[in-house]
């Protein structure tokens, strides 16, 4: 099956699970396209592509927390065929204790603990980590939400044997995400994304994966009550993202302003 009817047939399950929308509290999902020159890593030959990038993007929360997930279908302009892309995606649930005691647990600018659990997995790569750890819920003015989660990052790569990735040893990741409206007039705008610290490790052939640092930031501006009269539907703008150490590749250190349109239903 091609690529891409791959990615439409991942989106279409997922809906089918998501399908009973009266469970969730509210539910917000995305179509992002983006276009820009990415690096690749010396150990995977080195160089830099313009790249396309389309992601489905879905946030929720119900009765005893909130989901996260996206799926990326990347695909460069060398490859002069669009079927010829891969696919990754990341979920992450997150277990509010405040909403599971039904108690109050800020204290002072937290507004909440939760328990995290995360699945990161790569198709061509073979890539597959699990992130169990936990989340506090900041209540900071003017921000729609801003997280800090602390997760173990638990290898469990099919490796070089199954022909992905090499498996690597265990380690750790601090992630920052958040989101800030704000006006201009009557223009509105965002500010939404994230920033993550990756321990160092070894991968199964000996060799140092780095630690390394991912910021992924979206500047967005709501164009749809210009385009169709409704705000928080089409936003257009920029994803600039900054990887040092990409992929625990020392010799790679990446500064991406990549275009970007967003759909929002």
């Known amino acids: ?6 990615f439409i047939l991942y989106l279409g399950l997922f809906a089918c699970l998501v399908s009973p929308v009266n469970a969730f509290d509210w539910s917000i999902s ?24 389309l992601t489905f993007q879905h946030a929720s929360g119900w009765a005893y927390g909130d989901n ?11 490859t002069n065929n669009f079927n010829n892309g891969d696919l990754y ?4 649930l997150n277990f509010s204790l405040g909403k599971i005691t039904k108690k109050k647990l800020s204290l002072g600018p937290i507004r909440d603990v939760g328990i995290l659990f995360g699945l990161n997995a790569g198709h061509d790569s073979k890539v597959l980590k699990y992130l169990p750890g936990m989340r506090l819920s900041w ?8 997280n800090t989660d602390f997760t173990a990052y638990i290898d469990d790569n099919a490796g070089l044997n199954a022909g992905g990735a090499p498996s ?8 920052i995400n958040g989101a800030y409206p704000f006006t201009f007039g009557k223009h509105a705008f965002e500010i939404q994304g994230h920033m993550e610290y990756s321990g160092e490790r070894r991968n199964e052939l000996g060799f140092e994966v780095s630690e390394w640092f991912l910021s992924q930031l979206q500047f967005r501006y709501d164009i749809g009550k210009l385009l169709i009269g409704k705000k ?4 257009a703008g920029i994803e600039w993202q900054v990887w040092l150490n990409k992929l625990g590749d020392k010799k790679t250190d990446e500064n991406a302003v990549q275009a970007l349109l967003v759909w929002r239903f």
């Open 168 to 175: 690597e040893n265990n380690s750790f990741l601090f992630d």
């Open 232 to 235: 928080n539907h089409i936003f």
């Open 68 to 78: 996260f997930l996206f799926i990326d279908y990347l695909n460069g302009d060398e």
């Open 139 to 146: 209540d900071i003015p003017g921000f729609t939400f801003l």
């Open 30 to 53: 995305e179509l992002h396209y983006q276009y820009g020159k990415l690096d690749t890593p010396n150990f995977a030959g080195g160089g830099s592509a313009n790249t396309h990038v």
């Open 89 to 92: 995606g990341e979920l992450y």
């Open 1 to 6: 099956m091609g690529k891409v009817r791959e």
